[in-house]
């Protein structure tokens, strides 16, 4: 088939398929790198017919398209990732796993059934959308998705895992090996740090100062202090 | 529901806080509390409780009563109006909400895959068939150090305590 029908068919299979044209649409206004788009979607149309089509949603949307350069992230390391992103995407990943995924059935690995792939990938977008309203962000977000998606990758391969803080219990981000990190919530937040004899019965020191003597204002620090 | 259950936990003992699914460090941690601080800690927007029940129990508390399933809940105790109005709300909120997306369902309010399919396939009779079981549906969702940092820390907004409750409330990974 020449480019040209090619292209014809593509664009008819996307006009019979009003979930696909959502899920497009809802893709290419987070990220416009194409082959990302394509790689997420299973869709083996030309980089022409995608650009096109992401152009044609942004000035839909009356929006203005800023083509992406470059190679973009596969993996995201301890290098690629700063304090400030380590706070969101500790967030992004905490919405995403707020409920199990079975990683045998919702999986973006190619060769898997369109309904588990699909579903992860409807997951990741409304995660980063649901993290766009909360931080009230839009393209100018600290994190891409691009590096969303990327982060979700390397939590999978077991570069990136979660684990617990003691001070706020927030499950944080951190580096598979290396040192341990601070809290980044913790940090963010200038949470006091609690005593760990304070920690086994948590109470909230009343303004008299009555309540537990371990828990008087006098000995809470900022943690970022 | 968090006013209603430190409402509840000051006015009664420690066991009868564990009726209405709280467990002890929230209890200890919800009586210390004052209103401001409640009133704090419940100001995000991520809900803080979730089902206390399983797939397979939810399913089998959505059937109607029959001879043979009597056995509910924990007859009239003093948890019971606070059980019932706790529930009502709960369950009819989550019943509305996952007819609106299944990722809101999922990532946001926690349900699993078997829990959409079960409230999306049931009625409101259902529903108020659920509650009127006398069984506890809602537990707290988030961990208690929420509770403690969202209601003292003054300098938190709304947004860091969205962020913090989202944090405190995932499954182990």
Redesign the interface.
Known sequence: MSGGNKNIKNLCDLAVDPELAVRFERLVLLTQRTRLIGELLSLDWEDSLIKRLTRQTFEKKELTLKTPRGSGFDLVSSKSISPADR?DL??LL???????LNPKVDTLASGTEAGGRY?LL??L???YQ?YQR???VGQDARVHFEKFHAAYLSFNSHDL??E?CR??????LNFGSGPRLKCP?CQ?????V?PGKM?A??????DDGH?SPAARPTELRLASA | MLKNAWDFVRTNDEKAGRLIGMGFEEIRLLRTMEERHVARAADCTFPLFKFAVEDDALSELMKPVTAGNTAFGLGDTVASPAISRGNQIFALHRWAAVKGSREHAQCTLGLTDSMVSILLAATLADIQGLCSKGVQLVKLGVRPKYLFHAGTNLTLNRQQRTVHAVCASSLPM
Do not use: K, Q, W
């Open positions: 706070y500790t967030f905490n919405l995403l796993y707020s409920v199990h579903r409807d997951r977008i409304y995660v649901t909360t931080f009230r895992g979660m617990p001070n706020c219990s927030s499950l944080v919530v963010s937040h200038g949470h006091a609690i920690a019965d948590l109470r909230i020191p009343s309540g």
